[in-house]
């Protein structure tokens, strides 16, 4: 078979064909590709076949193939005008590419493919594309997959937020817990966005959600309470051992202010120590920390609270749960710690949310795991232009859309 022959039947062409290729010198082949006369071609609009083509053509084009045993391959055509009865005079719609796009449907899924796994500049250097063109690839693909995935039910469902650039942006994603994937990523993090989520969803879909696990700390409950009334709302551990180590945290820096310069360098790097877990100490690790203990004895407390947060979590039986949460929450509130007692007046006005974690244990790890991977997401991707671009790629690597 002839490589144009080849090309062609590879592209399935029906209306077009090539009628020659050329090596380029530096590399690469290049596909010249013209229409076959009497075929009809579509209109660029609508995709219906156009009546007359015009005498009048389109400057040439260039598209990107799927490379052919390593030489890049380039498709080149000058499109064709057309009159659609529909549209009137309209460019023609070409079979092999997407319309804007400058790779063939081909290059195209096999790009979407690895961006699930690489970050867009390996994606870019290993099919020899610029990182713009990855991006509109991955977009294109996730408008494709947003229209044409299947649903299912959601009865389990997580809502977290995740910050692009430190803070300055946040983002609302709500995930389908039991099958550990997003569904849908909305701007900014207030009542609003939740709103949007629930008008989004409809109210049939809305009743089947049984469980919702979200951080007492957002002003989600209101929302929750009006959209989705039967579903239990659960504040899992997750979020709660994240306000207990910020909570340290604040202590800790309190403390830094306060200490005399002459015990400041005792005192630096230490950050670590008191976030670890104490059975990971390695034993110089450990004399440094008693000695840091005797000095900073708020800390101390500080880290024990924290910890003694943390073995609730551990706790069999809701009985045991509930005593263990109100102990901590005596302990919490007369600790004289204005962080803690802080943490202790919210968990107390969530306690119900926070016991039914011991009967459910559905968020275990799941969110935390989510949360995770659109973080390493996010790390992994610099430079996202707009935050179109950044929550195209959290629904292309995390919500399992279907590809075109
Ligand atoms: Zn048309």
């Known amino acids: 078979m002839r490589l144009e022959t080849f090309i062609r039947k590879s592209l399935g062409m029906k209306a077009h064909t090539v009628v020659k ?3 380029r010198p530096d590399g690469g082949l290049v596909a010249h590709v013209e229409r076959l006369p009497g075929r009809r071609l579509a209109c660029g609009e609508c995709g219906r076949p156009a009546g007359k083509v015009a005498t009048t053509r389109r400057p040439a084009r260039r598209w990107q193939d799927l490379a052919l045993r390593d030489q890049p391959l380039w498709l080149v055509s000058a499109p064709h005008r057309v009159w659609c009865p529909q549209c009137g005079l309209r460019v023609e719609r070409v ?41 509109s690839v991955v977009e294109a693909a996730v408008l494709w997959g947003l229209a044409h995935r299947r649903w299912v039910p959601l009865h389990v469902v997580g809502i977290d937020e995740v910050s692009r650039r430190k803070g300055q942006q946040y983002l609302t994603l709500v995930y389908d817990l039991a099958r550990r994937r997003v569904v849908w990523v909305g701007k900014d993090r207030d009542e609003g966005t939740l709103q949007r989520f629930f008008a989004w969803l409809g109210p049939r879909c809305a009743r089947a959600i049984r469980v919702v696990c979200c951080d007492m700390w957002r002003p989600y409950l209101a929302v929750l309470r009006t959209a989705v009334p039967q579903a239990t709302v659960v504040f899992d551990r997750f979020h709660v051992t994240q306000h207990a180590t ?18 400041k360098p005792d005192f630096k790097r230490t950050r670590f120590l008191w976030l670890k ?19 900073n004895a708020p ?51 969530h306690r119900d949310g926070i016991l039914a974690w011991t009967t459910l244990r559905v968020t ?16 992994r991707a610099f430079g996202f232009r707009t935050t179109w671009t950044y929550i195209a790629n959290i629904y292309h690597c995390c919500a399992e859309l279907p590809l075109p």
């Open 21 to 23: 290729t050329e090596e």
């Open 95 to 135: 079979p092999w590419a997407e319309k804007w796009q400058r790779v063939t449907h081909a290059l195209a899924r096999a790009v979407a493919t690895v961006a699930r796994k690489l970050d867009w500049a390996s994606v870019a250097a290993h099919f020899r594309l610029n990182w713009k063109t990855v991006a």
């Open 246 to 263: 910020e909570a340290v945290d604040t202590v800790r820096r309190q403390m830094w202010r306060q200490l005399a310069e002459a015990e």
């Open 277 to 295: 877990n104490p059975a990971n100490l390695r034993r110089d690790e450990r004399t440094r920390l008693s000695g840091l203990l005797r000095l």
């Open 299 to 349: 800390i101390v407390k500080a880290s024990l609270l924290k910890e003694d947060l943390r073995r609730f979590w551990a706790d069999r039986s809701t009985a045991w749960a509930a005593d263990h949460l109100r102990q901590w929450l005596w302990r919490a509130s007369h600790s004289r710690l204005e962080p803690f007692q802080k943490l202790a007046k919210t968990i107390r006005a």
């Open 364 to 379: 275990n790890g799941a969110l935390e795991g989510m949360n995770n991977k659109v973080k390493g997401i996010s790390h």
